[in-house]
């Protein structure tokens, strides 16, 4: 089946540091991926539609200086959290489309990452 | 816009009772529902799907019938077990951004 991977699955650093999260596609290649945001007994708020060579597109409210995306490859995509803050702390969560699905409709979710911020 | 609706949590029963989790939703066009199970620390699976109106998902004993007239994709079990204990989102595909309900916590105790 297909497989998502995200790099670190924990991670705690000092405030003011800058975090990188990587999301790998492991056995097939996506052009989307998307980046989700949870916070603690709540859903999934989506961050950015993230687009192989081209920039990612942000949701409302959500600093595109602050959250980076990268998606230098159809199985790569990376999340730097800069200046990273106490209330960045939470649960960063990444998908993956299928490229040969062409739509949205299948979603392969990454198992996630634990940002903690001192 | 799109959005979803499920009952709140958390839901609290014993070992081979009968579940339903209530899902609603509002979308244009005809989108495409799912149910995701989330357990402790992970990142969410895809539990069912379903793409059509009167299509019923299944998978490891969970359905889901897609019921365009009352808009809802109500998740059942006939028989839960300890280990379906989660937390279960109602998502729809609609437009091209997903939209997740707020997750629905299951308890199951022996």
């Known amino acids: 089946g297909a497989v998502v991977s995200q790099h670190p699955s924990r991670v705690i650093c000092k405030s003011g540091t800058s975090v990188k999260i990587e999301c790998r596609s492991l056995d097939f290649q996506a052009t989307t991926m998307f980046w989700y945001r949870q916070f603690p007994k709540q859903s999934l708020m989506l961050m950015a539609t993230s687009n192989e060579g081209s920039k990612a597109t942000y949701e409302q409210g959500v600093e595109k200086d602050k959250f980076l995306i990268n998606h230098a490859s159809l199985t790569l995509s990376t999340l730097t959290v800069t200046s990273a803050h106490p209330e960045d702390s939470s649960f960063y969560i990444c998908?993956?489309?299928?490229?040969?699905?062409?739509?949205?409709?299948?979603?392969?979710f990454g198992p996630g990452t634990r940002l903690t911020v001192l | 816009g799109d959005s979803v609706t499920q009952m709140e949590g958390p839901v609290t029963l014993s070992e081979e009772a009968f579940l339903t989790i209530n899902c609603t939703y509002t979308a244009t066009g005809y989108p495409s529902l799912f149910w995701y199970v989330q357990y402790p620390g992970e990142g969410l699976q895809l539990l069912l799907k379903a793409t059509k109106a009167d299509d019923k998902g299944s998978n490891k004993g969970f359905e889901a019938t897609y019921r365009k007239e009352t808009t809802s994709f109500h998740l059942e079990k006939g028989s839960v077990q300890v280990s379906d204990s989660a937390v279960y989102f109602c998502?729809?595909?609609?437009?091209?951004?997903?939209?997740f309900g707020r997750g629905t916590s299951l308890i199951v105790h022996p």
């Open positions: 998908s993956a489309v299928p490229t040969s699905t062409g739509g949205t409709d299948t979603q392969y």
């Open positions: 998502a729809l595909s609609g437009s091209y951004i997903p939209t």
